[in-house]
């Protein structure tokens, strides 16, 4: 959101905004997972640069939305509204649970890259035949 | 040979999730409330646990400083009204002590002066709510009852201990003097004076009646210092009130934020929610054999 | 496989140890060739290897030879994240009805803790009210019916899951037990030609259905298939399966024994069975310990603050509250006085003294022998229970769509360019790195956004 001209945005305004940064990623999170469980590299890469935008300006709203010192001290006309506050929140926690369900994709994926590229790293390991004439055996081993 | 079941998965997936999103809503519909379980917020949760418990005595405070505001307004307005009482006692007695009166007279003032002290005994034993003002921590009986054997003709029936009554959490006022140290104070004794002045007026001697008249007097300074006690334990009672219905705001707030569900904006995600979880199971069926859909719950 | 950010959240111990299982299980993959099976591969053959840019192509195996293993892999990580999942599950439903012992229902600990601190305050400004005196008895006792809610309702669930041990336990065995005879009917002459796909397809059916039950690791031996537990307890060896056994343990709970008699309880990871015993002995007698703790010091500090006063007769203050000497003390809390005359109110033995309330007080809202006040106490349980059941739910939906994944990369039909493949990964390695950075942000920004107009007023 562009300051307008003159002062400093007002809280409310900025409040505003943190709640669309809330839903916008938390859209992207979705998006990513999405991407990542139908293995589309490209979206997720956007995806991912995506959040890296939107989580770095909701830290800073966060943090100068905070950082007032006491009650009494913030001008009644420029106090974030309720509802407002509530809608907050209540995007604040979705995001939470979303964040969680993504931290354990984000696990298992990974560890299932980690396994394929030890795989293709090692695709000359040796192969060695268990002796046995109904069934032939091959054993493939690598260090993940 | 591997089966391709890659387009399953994702159907029950998001079929359990358009269940439960529904599910929930309903439930936030139903009680008010977005948070029911603490899964739903863990941290809200447990924050409401502490507030929960706030709440509960910032509200029990709020009680306990109405009665003792009605304890400590009464007691003030006794005390006025014995003050009067006791300027007009000591004006008997100067009028008395005049050297003008005959036996008659004094006789009538005498009588006039023991009124006098029979309603102050009376407001020395005014009770609020049944706890009487001026008993000490004794309850039971009334603090003053009359006692033949007394010089005063009165015996103090509480006691010298005062209790102090939680407001806040490290907050306890006293809000009750015990009667002995109102009014039969061994430095400033109201009723002894009073009891005096009947006698010396009885007695006919002004000398004695002229004493005992600057005794009830100097008792009257005495009461405007307890009058002083109790105003101020009326305004740190008035302060800490105020101070709670802060309190009450933020921890309102607090549970707002925690756990209220916003209703106009869960009515308009309920339809929607209803419509995704119809659409979901509509596009399951077209797809999933029959055995599968037995398998899944129907709506509502 | 280092530099993957360490710092995304950990759900639950077990099934994290159930996923370094998958590390380790993945290190020896077997190709079977028969026939029916390796339809895609023709025959593996050495191929001169080269070295270009880093990669090393060629070597002892054909392309086609890397598509098999690589489907391998994914049949093994698709099958140990079943396991995975269906543990959650089993977790998830456990915990979801826990939910309802700590939800604000004004029966809940928090709320009947609140009404006896409310009660003790009321004490204050009437400590001689007889009516005053009852009602906090009454509040003392809705709060010892507020353990004994929560102490019976973990105690069922663990019950619940002990039955889930026997039942998924059964249901192993007879699993075993049928592929084996389809392992048995696989080796007899004429069988595998004929109709070994189907027969193939039948056992791998019931091989996915037992790994929802218990994580399993499957190889090959020359005597044919072996299923064995996570930690090598043999189910099925070729046509010969293994039963596993259940007696009943020092703490009456069904423990679960290989066939030799050998207790491989606290081995058994992953599926229904996993998630069963996970519940039953770690996570609900977690939950039971610290409400346990709970009850325990909430009744001495309150017994404590009694004895520092005297009653209505001027007695010295006996205890409140009593918790048996054996067994569970928030089942077995209750309230030891028989009369509001008993409650030690008076500081100095003076009936109608209030200054011992003020310690009643500081009991109910201070420090306990802990250093936690009751309500921050209960409070983390609240966090542990509603945590539990929230890590539970999303482990589920993240595996769900973890093996949506794994399938749609097993379904692609083209064949494996290890040079493409391998840049790709690099490409999902630096986006899943980005990615944890991301989480960890937005797991810092939820406590600041609580904070968010919380010093305000409005």
């Known amino acids: ?18 709640l669309q940064l809330l839903r916008s990623l938390a ?3 979705e998006r990513a997972m999405q991407a990542i469980s139908s293995n589309n590299l490209l979206e997720l890469e956007e995806s991912v640069a995506s959040q890296q935008d939107l ?23 420029d106090s974030i509204p309720s509802g407002l506050m509530r809608e907050i929140r209540a995007s604040a926690a979705e995001l939470e649970h979303l964040n969680l369900r993504y931290s354990y994709l984000l696990q298992h994926s990974s560890r299932s890259v980690a396994l394929m590229a030890s795989f293709f790293n090692s695709v000359k390991g040796q192969l060695k035949e268990v002796p046995g004439d109904r069934l032939k055996l091959q054993t493939w081993s690598c260090q993940a | 040979m591997r089966v391709n079941t890659n387009i399953v998965p994702n159907m029950v997936a998001d079929l359990d999730q358009s269940q439960a999103t529904l599910n929930t809503l309903l439930q936030e519909v139903a009680t008010g409330k977005s948070v029911n379980a603490p899964s739903d917020n863990p941290t809200a949760a447990a924050q409401m646990v502490q507030n929960t418990l706030d709440a509960a005595n910032v509200d029990r405070y709020t009680q306990n400083i109405s009665s003792a505001l009605s304890q400590v307004q009464q007691a003030g ?14 004006s008997l007695g100067t009028e008395g002590a005049n050297g003008t009166n005959n036996n008659t007279s004094l006789s009538v003032l005498a009588q006039q002066v023991q009124s006098i002290l029979s309603s102050v005994i009376s407001q020395a034993n005014t009770s609020v709510g049944g706890v009487y003002l001026f008993g000490g ?45 109102v009014f039969s104070n061994s430095g400033n004794n109201v009723v002894g004076a009073l009891s005096s002045l009947v006698t010396a007026l009885q007695s006919g001697n002004s000398a004695q009646i002229s004493s005992a008249a600057t005794a009830v007097n100097s008792t009257i300074d005495f009461i405007s210092q307890a009058q002083g006690f109790y105003s101020n334990a009326a305004s740190q009672l008035n302060s800490q009130e105020s101070y709670l219905q802060q309190e009450t705001v933020t921890l309102t707030t607090q549970q707002n934020n925690l756990v209220g569900a916003d209703m106009a904006k869960v009515a308009p995600e309920l339809s929607q929610a209803e419509t995704d979880n119809s659409a979901a199971l509509a596009a399951a069926a077209k797809v999933l054999p029959a055995t599968l859909l037995n398998y899944l719950a129907p709506p509502g | 496989m280092g530099g993957l950010n360490t710092t995304l959240l950990t759900g639950t111990q077990a099934l994290d140890a159930a996923q370094a299982a998958l590390q380790a299980a993945s290190n020896n993959i077997a190709n079977a060739n028969t026939p029916g099976y390796t339809r895609e591969v023709t025959q593996l053959s050495e191929n001169a290897e080269s070295l270009s840019g880093g990669v090393v192509t060629g070597g002892g195996v054909t392309v086609d030879g890397v598509q098999s293993v690589r489907d391998e892999l994914l049949n093994l990580q698709i099958q140990q994240q079943t396991s995975l999942k269906s543990q959650a599950d089993a977790e998830s439903t456990s915990l979801q009805a826990l939910q309802p012992l700590f939800s604000s ?138 039963a596993l056994q259940t007696t009943t343990g020092a703490g009456g709970f069904q423990q679960v024994l290989d066939a030799n008699g050998n207790n491989i309880t606290t081995s058994i990871q992953g599926g229904q069975l996993g998630g069963a015993i996970q519940m039953r002995d770690q996570t609900i007698p977690g939950f039971l310990n610290s409400l346990n703790d709970l009850a325990g010091q909430f009744a001495a500090s309150v017994n404590a603050a009694q004895a520092a006063g ?37 500081s100095d033995g003076s009936s109608g003294s209030n200054g011992n309330v003020a310690n009643l007080l500081a009991a109910v809202n201070g420090n306990m022998s802990s250093g936690q006040t009751p309500a921050s106490a209960y409070a983390n349980l609240v966090y542990q229970v509603g945590s539990a059941a929230a890590n539970a739910s999303a482990q589920s939906s993240a595996l769900t769509q973890s093996i949506t994944q794994l399938t749609n990369q097993q379904s692609s039909a083209s064949g494996v360019n290890i040079d493409e493949e391998t840049t790709n990964l690099i490409r999902y390695q630096t986006a899943y790195e980005a990615a944890a950075r991301v989480v960890s942000t937005i797991q810092a920004l939820n406590t600041v956004t609580l904070d968010m107009g919380s010093t305000q007023s409005y």
Do not use: C, W
């Open chain 3, 105 to 242: 229902t004004g029966e809940d600990i928090a709320s009947t803790l609140s009404a006896f601190s409310s009660s003790l305050g009321q004490l204050s400004a009437n400590p001689s009210s007889s009516a005053v005196r009852q009602s906090v008895l009454d509040a003392g006792k809705n709060l010892a019916n507020s353990f004994h809610s929560v102490a019976s309702g973990l105690e069922s669930a663990q019950s619940a899951a002990d039955q889930q041990v026997t039942q998924t336990v059964a249901q192993i065995n007879s699993l075993a037990s049928q592929i084996a005879n389809l392992n048995a009917q696989l080796t007899q002459p004429g069988v595998a030609q004929q109709n070994g796909g189907t027969i193939e397809d039948q056992r791998d059916q019931l091989v996915q259905q037992l790994s929802t039950l218990t994580g399993i690791s499957i190889t090959q031996s020359s005597d044919g298939e072996v299923i064995t537990t996570g930690n090598g307890t043999p189910l099925v060896m070729g046509s010969q399966s293994f």
């Open chain 2, 137 to 181: 921590t004794a309850s039971g009986a009334a603090p003053y009852a009359a006692d033949a054997s007394s010089p005063s003709g009165y015996t103090y029936n509480g006691n010298n201990d005062a209790n102090s009554i939680v407001v806040g959490d490290s907050l306890n006022v006293q809000v009750n003097l015990p009667g002995s140290q």
């Open chain 2, 77 to 90: 307005s006794v005390l006025s009204s014995v003050v009067t009482s006791l300027t007009q006692a000591v």
């Open chain 1, 1 to 18: 959101m562009r300051m307008t001209g003159g002062g400093p945005q007002p809280r409310s305004q900025k409040a505003g905004e943190h």
């Open chain 1, 27 to 29: 859209a992207e999170l």
């Open chain 1, 55 to 77: 989580s770095a300006r909701l830290s800073q709203l966060a943090g100068e939305l905070s950082s007032f010192p006491s009650a009494g001290s913030v001008p009644v006309t």
């Open chain 3, 310 to 346: 005297y009653d209505s007769t001027g007695a010295a203050g006996r205890p409140f509250f009593s918790i048996p000497s054996t067994g569970s003390a928030a089942a077995g809390i209750a309230v030891a006085l028989t009369s509001g005359s008993q409650i030690a109110s008076s």
